[in-house]
């Protein structure tokens, strides 16, 4: 069974509830997630889906308002798009709103590779 764009809406809404579980579903055993920064040309890379669920959670834990908006997905085959808005506070009330996108590899209906890109802008000041 092949993953559809709508599959890809609910994934995005588990990631708005922070529903590890139903978003860890989506996932292969095998996959890798290339995260938006990272002292490496690809970022981070968290591999399987243990590092891959503790990289998530996380990004919830130091952003417990981390919300993904506006978006739309596209599937052609093994491979699909998504582009979002991300918005988030850090803990010292600093903000992070900027437009991304995901590129995903897919395989026998699970994501198989997630890179993740985001724009890269100056934090918004606490209160602004």
């Given at each position: 069974?092949a993953?559809t764009?709508?599959d890809?809406?609910?994934?995005f809404?588990a990631?708005?509830?922070h529903?590890?579980?139903a978003?860890m579903?989506?996932?292969?055993?095998?996959?890798?997630?290339?995260?938006?920064?990272g002292?490496e040309?690809h970022?981070?890379?968290?591999?399987?889906?243990?590092?891959?669920?503790?990289?998530?959670?996380?990004?919830?834990k130091?952003?417990p308002d981390?919300?993904?908006a506006?978006?739309d997905h596209?599937?052609?085959?093994?491979r699909?798009?998504s582009?979002w808005?991300f918005t988030g506070?850090?803990a010292d009330g600093s903000?992070v709103?900027?437009?991304g996108c995901d590129?995903f590899?897919?395989?026998?209906?699970?994501?198989v590779?997630?890179?993740?890109?985001?724009?890269?802008r100056?934090?918004?000041?606490?209160?602004?």
């Amino acid at each position: 069974m092949a993953l559809t764009a709508d599959d890809l809406a609910r994934l995005f809404d588990a990631f708005n509830r922070h529903d590890i579980d139903a978003v860890m579903c989506y996932f292969a055993k095998n996959c890798i997630f290339n995260a938006v920064g990272g002292p490496e040309v690809h970022g981070v890379r968290f591999e399987g889906t243990e590092a891959i669920a503790n990289a998530f959670s996380s990004v919830w834990k130091t952003m417990p308002d981390a919300h993904w908006a506006h978006y739309d997905h596209f599937v052609q085959g093994d491979r699909a798009v998504s582009e979002w808005t991300f918005t988030g506070t850090n803990a010292d009330g600093s903000r992070v709103e900027a437009e991304g996108c995901d590129l995903f590899t897919l395989s026998s209906g699970k994501i198989v590779r997630k890179q993740a890109f985001r724009k890269s802008r100056p934090l918004i000041a606490a209160g602004a």
